[in-house]
């Protein structure tokens, strides 16, 4: 039993370690993805088409791979879904830290006009880690929100060792439920039950 409870242990924290690191691809057709802008053939990091309220937004981030110290640049363009007309009001960009504890450090990115219909903002990150960017806008006397998620570099997470200390602790806790269990049912010494003298 333990040995099968062994094996069973072994192969979660083996799938729990493979199935949660993160795949990365840095080629597209052969060609490195991280040389190509937003004017190449290449897709952007993040293409997101939403509906919210009366709009149809389209938000692209770029570069396919967006690292620390490079630029990243970020499109937005959004259409009224009656009249098909683009926005035209200022569009307020906001960055902050993906975390479900601690800061999460929100900055203004910038407020933005369209040219031609798209509105542009451009931005450098100083670290790996896991962001949100948020668009804000108020079209017809309504406020507008968007979040996006947007991961720069390959940030190291602490989550899956916080999940493979779990499922050990618990397969270790539910092993010693078991032997507790097994000792208690377990007579304490083996009784003769022929209770009959010898003749």
């Known amino acids: 039993m333990a040995r099968t409870l062994f094996i069973l242990l072994f192969i979660v ?3 729990l370690l493979v199935g949660l690191s993160p795949a990365l691809a840095h080629h ?3 060609r490195p993805a991280y040389h190509f802008g937003e004017d190449s053939s290449t897709p952007p990091s993040i293409s997101l088409e939403t509906q919210i309220g009366q709009y149809v ?13 490079e630029e990243s640049r970020i499109k937005f363009y959004a259409i009224h879904l009656k009249t098909k007309e683009t926005l035209s009001v200022p569009i307020q960009f906001l960055i902050r830290d993906d975390v479900w504890f601690g800061d999460k450090r929100l900055e203004s990115l910038g407020e ?3 040219i031609d219909g798209i509105y542009r903002q451009s931005v450098i990150f100083k670290e790996e880690a896991n962001y949100i960017l948020t668009a804000q806008f108020e079209a017809l006397n309504e406020p ?34 078991h032997k507790k269990r097994r000792r208690r049912h377990q007579p304490l010494a083996s009784m003769d039950t022929d209770l009959t003298e010898p003749s």
């Open 13 to 15: 924290m083996l799938q």
């Open 28 to 30: 597209i057709l052969g």
């Open 57 to 69: 937004v389209n938000v692209m981030v770029f570069p396919a791979f967006p690292k620390p110290g």
């Open 112 to 114: 933005q006009r369209p």
């Open 144 to 177: 507008y929100t968007i979040d996006i998620p947007l991961t720069i570099g390959n940030p190291t997470s602490s989550w899956p060792l916080f999940i493979a200390a779990g499922v050990v602790g618990g397969m270790l806790l539910l092993l010693v439920w």
